[in-house]
């Protein structure tokens, strides 16, 4: 679709490959790719960052660094997020099959949909890993620490799955933002020598709220085949209009709250400086929002891309922040730590770079897993937006 009046233009290219399953060759059916893209292994990179923001601000507070208890919370939190992809794609089959327009980043994996592979190897893969996050949690040194992990396994297995079904009765946003950017980033910290620091709470309050904002957006490109299914999403409730209201409201409140947090000299300097730069990666979502890109499958994409990296950009930003911090104050980190850190900041430097350069090439080019494909479709749409600007609650209650 054309950039509605006032718009500034289109979005920068992005790896959404408009419409997920026809932009992608598919693998052939029962290989091991076509298990690798059920898995969705490039979301790793958001626990990777989560993992490395706690274990930072942990570093920050007492300067302790202990390489066997990141390594096991790195195992923890890569275990848990893959259980959580395999039981989303078991227990959303039905909403998947119903969302006439997934991109890259929402609408699940497309796998199960296309028959490449059957649900139950879905669901075998969740309970295999959900019985190795719970090894992990027992090898935890302290009650407080095994508590924690096995109440994050909790409510991310039953962000979908039965009988709770977080994400179908309006609270998988806030489950899903304290999963990953609560309890995350807690269990990161506490798990290192001397636990967390004063920062603790603001740094991950800050991302558990952006989580909040993410997730509706997220939520909101899938909102047609939700409402076909009875899936009661928060953003489905509120309605696109709603949501781009709170999104956009929601954006201003914490990045002023970071400014006064930081003219109060509560978070450092530094720090505030690095979070308050990836603020226009809020702007650009906040721009698509306000400008319809939700209504067209390879906008919506790039929409639901930047939602998706402002996260892992904050967490980057802060780690490498707060290291900056220690070293201005002549207190430098563990140089493990500074090396496991700044190796992590680099992978995920790279990984985005190429992910955002992939979509720029003319010709067919690699995804972010390293598949061939096409180049994403242009945006010529026309079509009308079909998201109800009312609460999806009532379009469900007439049928």
């Not at 490449?116 to 893969?125: E, H």
């Not at 620091?197 to 909102?223: E, F, H, K, P, Y």
Request: with cysteine.
């Amino acid at each position: 679709m054309s950039d509605a009046p006032g718009s500034s233009g289109p979005l920068p290219a992005t790896p959404s490959q408009a419409t997920a399953s026809p932009a992608l060759p598919s693998p052939a059916p029962g290989s091991f790719a076509a298990f690798l893209r059920l898995a969705r292994v490039k979301f790793l990179f958001q626990s990777m960052m989560v993992t490395g923001f706690g274990v930072t601000l942990a570093v920050h507070a007492t300067g302790a660094f202990s390489l066997a208890w990141y390594l096991l919370t790195l195992a923890f939190a890569w275990s848990t997020h893959l259980m959580t992809h395999f039981c989303n794609e078991y227990f959303d089959l039905e909403a998947d099959r119903a969302n006439p327009r997934p991109t890259a980043w929402t609408g699940g994996s497309r796998v199960l949909v296309d028959g490449l592979l059957t649900p139950a190897t879905s669901i075998g893969a969740a309970f295999v890993l959900l019985f190795t996050s719970l090894a992990l949690v027992l090898a935890m040194p302290t009650l407080p620490a095994r508590l924690l992990a096995g109440a994050l396994t909790a409510l991310a297995w039953f962000y979908t799955a039965p009988p709770l079904r977080l994400n179908y009765h309006a609270l998988g946003e806030a489950s899903c933002a304290a999963v990953l950017y609560g309890m995350g980033p807690l269990l990161a910290a506490v798990l290192q020598p001397g636990g967390a620091g004063a920062l603790l709470g603001w740094c991950t309050g800050l991302v558990a709220a952006l989580q909040v904002l993410r997730c509706l957006v997220m939520n909101l490109a899938d909102i047609e085949g939700d409402a076909l299914v009875g899936k009661a999403t928060l953003a489905g409730l509120l309605g696109a209009r709603r949501v781009t209201h709170v999104y956009t409201a929601g954006q201003a409140v914490l990045y002023a709250g970071v400014l006064v947090l930081a003219l109060t000299q509560v978070l450092p300097a530094v720090v505030a400086a690095a979070q308050l730069l990836v603020a226009p990666v809020a702007a650009l979502v906040v721009r698509g929002l306000r400008t319809d890109a939700m209504s067209d499958t390879g906008r919506s994409g790039d929409v639901t891309f930047w939602a998706s990296m402002q996260l892992p950009l904050t967490t980057c930003a802060t780690m490498l922040a707060l290291l900056a911090d220690l070293l201005l104050a002549g207190k430098p980190a563990p140089a493990l730590w500074n090396a496991v850190a700044g190796g992590t900041a680099l992978l995920f430097t790279v990984w985005l770079y190429r992910a955002v350069a992939a979509a720029r090439r003319p010709a067919h080019h690699e995804d972010t897993g390293g598949t061939a494909t096409a180049p994403p479709e242009t945006h010529a749409s026309t079509k009308p937006s079909p998201w109800p600007a009312e609460p999806v609650r009532e379009g469900r209650e007439a049928r």
